[in-house]
């Protein structure tokens, strides 16, 4: 399966976005997704997951209660509402798929995207 995240951009601390990722070449509905982000001398770590339905959501306590995972399975795409944004929130963030319905450690994530990049200012 390929991945294609978008919407990305320079924000204002306390501003939002909604970063998008597009699926090709796979049963979009069988994939259980995530989204990550890598700052700068940091390692790639998960926000959020998604199971296969949409059904169940987990996000990092880091960002809880500001970020929101969700997924249009007609439209073979997942979403990242990311609000109430902070300078600590500058990354790139990539989503990724895996095969099992919903993975919380990166090891199960077989493909990804490209990455999309978040930057906030204060």
């Known amino acids: 399966v390929q991945l294609q995240a978008s919407g990305g951009g320079l924000v204002q601390a306390g501003g939002s976005l909604r970063l998008s990722c597009a699926a090709s070449g796979g049963t979009f509905s069988r994939f259980g997704m995530g989204w990550f982000r890598q700052a700068p001398g940091k390692d790639r770590a998960l926000v959020a997951a998604i199971d296969w339905n949409g059904g169940r959501q987990y996000h990092a306590n880091s960002v809880k209660g500001r970020f929101t995972i969700s997924r249009d399975n007609a439209k073979n795409t997942v979403y990242l509402q990311v609000n109430s944004l902070k300078s600590e929130d500058t990354a790139i963030y990539y989503c990724?798929?895996?095969?099992?319905?919903?993975?919380?450690?990166?090891?199960?994530?077989?493909?990804w995207g490209q990455g999309t990049q978040v930057t906030v200012s204060s």
């Open positions: 990724a798929a895996s095969r099992s319905v919903m993975s919380l450690t990166i090891t199960p994530y077989e493909y």
